[in-house]
């Protein structure tokens, strides 16, 4: 079956400086919606570049001491290898600086020249060289400066091309208002009839007081328009010149992906373009928000610019992404901190994730020989599993479909929790202790890593990366690669007799030292102050002695939550565990081996002491001590069901 063409842009990027961490969300941005189209069967075509000409890169070539091209190659060059690491799925990259480009621009304004659309006059006005924009006395701001960038404008007076842009206001106009979908969010689409509504000028589309652009092709002092030049960028890759049949399937775009402060051109200035040229108007423009850095705008002289390079080193590219994609939503401005992103690499994706699959890898290996067997049968929390599954893939599908990308994943998250609440439900450790469960607990192994197999698909637009580590863990058939949409519309798509693998950490919980006292710098009692304290103790318990309330008030007793749980090595009766407290992580040493496997106690509540004096225990610090009831040869943790940080007094 032929299948739909689907063909998405992100702006092309100024090589003036380095990209920052809101180049990269709006790429990233993209980028998802590609993958996701993909997934969903489109053929797609998923485009950005950079954008090279202007008085801006000359001016800082000239700065550098290179020649403009020396100086783009340069920055270009590190946008690519940006753009690789970030793991941007793009079909193309075009530069403006191209021969393939330059053919399009000038022959875009020569069709437009020889209709008439475009006459020579003379330019008296005001430019903002950064934005490369001009503007009306009337558009600046209260300070006579650019009303995007409020730096000074230049007055510039000089011989040059216009485009009749007048000549199509009323005709943009109609087709925003009759076309609701064309601008999106709403806001931006009124924000684009107002501008319009105050009347449209013609377009000055040529300078002749510096060189570095596309010439004007039939009067070559002149060069044309850096953001005349820049729109044209989108129909150059698609065959626009040169291959009629690429061109008539992607054109026009499904969506040109841009920031919020560039929606004027692509709305206004490339549809006039583009009418002019008698084709048609792209399906839509979409203005997303601004990152923001700690509650700020970016910017070099506040030190705040985030470089994308250093944190994809420092956190993987995966993470990077679905912070991006999670925290913020399109279309609003969002705040970029390194604290949010470790919170959520640590609660969302070492925890929820990272646990979810541990846990299913390490129970088919420990009670199954690493084997699924097929399932038979269900039970009732089986059945409502597979139909939180199928919820939870429509529902995301309908998201993405809307390009509500963080609602999307974040109904993915609600189906990791599901599925680790299903662990604790099914309790699978037990059934393992009985020979008459056997099938019941291959129904729970299946299951778990069923869900696993639909959780890697869907995240995948996400955390490309990620996805596919999910995938080969499990040790799932076929190439990742050519996973779609429709296998996992259906429940049980995993092999029945699958050999998993074994199960590797996804992503590592991120520690930062705190400015606070560490467990390492914490008094260690020796292993007589040890005995001696445990002796003392016994003695106590055993003669009862009472003690007054203010005794009693002196222990702290919190409710933490368990991370991570693993046996110590070489012991039959310890377990380490890393908790919760709600403002830090710890770890103890707990000696609750025989009792509890590792997975049965992840995510639980429990209740600790957290300012029992810290104790070396096999070599590692054990910082607290979590509380159980005991009885004969039974024991059980306190386990509660209230918030993390939960006071127990
Ligand atoms: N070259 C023009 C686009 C021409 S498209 C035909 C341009 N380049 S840019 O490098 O200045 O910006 C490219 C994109 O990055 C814009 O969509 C802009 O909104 C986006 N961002 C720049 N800073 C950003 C943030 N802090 N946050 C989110 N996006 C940001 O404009």
Same mark, same amino acid.
């Given at each position: 079956m032929e299948r739909k063409p689907f063909y998405i842009t992100t702006p092309i990027y100024y090589p003036s400086a380095k990209l920052h961490i809101g180049h990269a969300y709006c790429t990233t941005i993209a980028d998802a919606i590609a993958r996701f189209k993909r997934l969903a069967g489109y053929d797609v075509f998923f485009l950005t570049g950079s954008d090279e000409h202007g008085q801006k890169i000359q001016q800082v070539a000239e700065e550098a001491g290179v020649s403009p091209i020396e100086y783009v190659d340069r920055i270009v060059a590190g946008f690519q290898n940006l753009w690789q690491k970030l793991h941007i799925s793009n079909d193309d990259f075009i530069r403006t600086t191209e021969e393939r480009h330059q053919r399009v621009v000038q022959e875009i304004f020569r069709r437009i020249y020889e209709k008439g659309d475009i006459y020579k006059g003379t330019y008296k006005g005001l430019y903002c060289t950064p934005c490369e924009s001009y503007w009306t006395e009337h558009q600046l701001?209260?300070?006579?400066?650019?009303? %995007?960038?409020h730096r000074p404008v230049q007055e510039v007076a000089e011989e040059a091309y216009f485009f009749k842009m007048s000549k199509y206001a009323d005709r943009v106009l109609a087709y925003i208002e009759e076309n609701p979908?064309?601008?999106?969010p709403v806001s931006r689409r009124n924000e684009m009839i107002n501008f319009i509504k105050q009347g449209l000028e013609d377009l000055?589309?040529?300078?002749?007081?510096?060189?570095?652009g596309i010439p004007v092709?039939?009067?070559?002092?002149h060069v044309i328009y850096v953001w005349f030049d820049a729109l044209t960028n989108y129909i150059t890759p698609i065959g626009?010149? %040169?291959d009629k049949e690429k061109f008539e399937k992607y054109w026009p775009a499904d969506i040109h992906l841009v920031g919020k402060e560039i929606v004027r051109f692509h709305s206004i200035i490339w549809p006039c373009i583009l009418m002019a040229l008698e084709l048609p108007l792209p399906k839509k423009i979409y203005g997303h928000g601004w990152l923001i850095v700690d509650g700020d705008k970016m910017s070099k002289s506040k030190k705040n610019v985030v470089d994308p390079l250093a944190l994809i080193e420092e956190f993987s590219a995966d993470a990077i992404r679905y912070f991006l994609l999670r925290e913020i939503n399109l279309g609003q401005d969002g705040n970029f901190s390194r604290d949010a992103l470790i919170t959520r690499i640590n609660s969302?994706?070492?925890?929820?994730l990272g646990n979810l699959l541990h846990r299913t890898l390490n129970m088919i290996g420990k009670f199954q020989g690493g084997m699924l067997l097929p399932p038979q049968g269900e039970s009732e929390v089986d059945a409502s599993l597979k139909a939180n599954a199928a919820e939870m893939v429509k529902a995301y599908e309908e998201e993405m479909e809307s390009m509500q990308l963080s609602s999307a994943i974040k109904r993915v998250w609600a189906f990791i929790s599901r599925a680790n609440k299903y662990i604790d439900e099914t309790a699978p450790w037990v059934l393992a202790k009985?020979?008459?469960k056997k099938q019941e607990l291959a129904n729970t192994m299946y299951n778990l890593a069923e869900s696993l197999r639909i959780i890697s698909v869907v995240i995948s637009p996400y955390m490309p990366v990620t996805a596919e580590r999910i995938w080969k863990q499990l040790g799932?058939?076929?190439?990742?690669?050519?996973?779609?949409l429709g296998d996992i519309?259906?429940?049980?798509?995993?092999?029945?007799d699958l050999k998993v693998g074994v199960p590797e950490q996804l992503f590592p919980r991120i520690e930062e030292e705190k400015e606070e006292a560490s467990s390492s710098k914490q008094e260690v009692p020796s292993g007589k102050e040890k005995k001696d304290g445990e002796k003392k103790k016994q003695k106590k318990e055993e003669g009862h002695d009472e003690i007054s309330i203010e005794d009693f008030s002196k222990i702290h007793l919190r409710v933490v939550k368990v991370l991570a749980a693993e046996p110590v090595p070489k012991t039959e009766k310890l377990l380490k565990l890393t908790v919760d407290l709600g403002d830090e992580k710890r770890e103890i040493v707990s000696g609750i081996a025989q009792h509890y496997e590792p997975e049965e106690i992840i995510g639980k509540n429990v209740v600790m002491v957290i300012n029992l004096k810290p104790a070396k225990i096999r070599g590692i610090v054990s910082h607290g001590m979590v509380l159980a009831a005991s009885h004969e040869d039974d024991l059980q943790l306190l386990d509660v069901d209230m918030p993390v940080g939960s006071r127990v007094r």
């Open positions: 701001d209260e300070n006579g400066c650019c009303p %995007d960038c979908d064309f601008i999106q000055c589309i040529s300078r002749t007081s510096f060189a570095w092709p039939m009067d070559t002092k626009f010149l %040169d969302d994706l070492a925890n929820d009985s020979p008459e799932l058939p076929g190439e990742f690669s050519e996973m779609s519309r259906a429940w049980g798509g995993t092999p029945g």
